[in-house]
């Protein structure tokens, strides 16, 4: 149950972003979430969406590579909230060339935009939600299987998600003695804004129908039920984490 908790949620695009799932989940158990987005393209959509929750539901422009729109968000938050006890970071970006060839072509302009978009975002987050976090909380973070694996294509992004698991780790050191919890979900692939277009990628859905344990594919619910789980008490001896939610693939050898 995550009655009377707040959160904050970052990378709904559309109806089918992950983080769109994970939202519907903490909403159902109880909390009382703000939303932003990223660019007037999107701006619409997660009005739309919000609204679902009433129509007072907070919503904020950021840009996670703009210091001042992250501490806009979290003025109006604390405003509003006057505490906060969840973050969902759904949240990543490489240039699309980075992810077409080799990843030794890797430019030092594409390297950058990924990693301050995809890694750097979630201390900045971690640490402008800490303060508010006066009751302790729960930031969950998104990452996929490139992190440690070679994934054909995935290229500077799997360098980015290693990143982000290991900044995971140091985050849920630095804020574990204020009952602060970072974790990781590790999803499998799933239809969304950030998938589309990838060369493809009904193929690597196949694979993992063909490859993982139980035989097909996880479900945006799936996730949204991990992040309930991470957001509440069952997890609350859970830190630093990445957790598998992709239908067994991780064990695999072959
Ligand atoms: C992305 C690229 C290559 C292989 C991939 C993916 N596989 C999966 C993804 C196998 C599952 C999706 N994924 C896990 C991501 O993290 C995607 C991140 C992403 C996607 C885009 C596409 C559009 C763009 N930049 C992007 N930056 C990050 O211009």
Not at 24 to 48: D, I, M, N, P
Request: aromatic share 8%; net charge neutral; proline share 4%.
């Amino acid at each position: 149950m995550l009655d009377g908790k707040t959160g904050l949620v970052f990378g709904v695009a559309n109806k089918r972003s992950i983080a769109w799932a994970i939202a519907q989940a903490w909403v159902r158990e109880g909390a009382r979430l703000a939303f932003t987005y990223q660019g007037e393209r999107v701006k619409e959509s997660v009005g739309e969406l919000a609204a679902a929750f009433g129509p007072d539901t907070l919503i904020l422009p950021c840009d996670v590579t703009k210091d001042e729109e992250i501490a806009n968000v979290f003025k109006v938050v604390g405003e509003k909230f006057g505490r906060l006890h969840l973050l969902l970071h759904s949240v990543a970006f490489a240039p699309k060339d980075a992810l077409e060839g080799e990843f030794v072509n890797t430019t030092r302009e594409a390297f950058r935009v990924a990693h301050d978009v995809s890694v750097y975002s979630l201390v900045a987050l971690a640490r402008a939600a800490a303060p508010l976090m006066t009751e302790g909380g729960s930031i969950v973070a998104m990452s996929y299987y490139g992190a440690e694996k070679v994934v054909p294509h995935y290229n500077v992004m799997g360098v980015a998600k290693a990143a982000l698991e290991a900044g995971t780790r140091y985050l849920a050191y630095d804020l574990g003695p204020k009952k602060i919890r970072v974790n990781c979900i590790s999803a499998g692939p799933v239809n969304t804004l950030a998938a589309r277009g990838i060369a493809g990628f009904t193929e690597i859905l196949r694979h993992y129908e063909t490859h993982a344990p139980l035989k097909r594919n996880v479900l945006p619910d799936e996730l949204g039920a991990t992040g309930a789980f991470l957001a509440g008490d069952g997890a609350a001896a859970i830190t630093g984490q990445v957790i598998y939610v992709d239908c067994g693939y991780q064990i695999m050898g072959m």
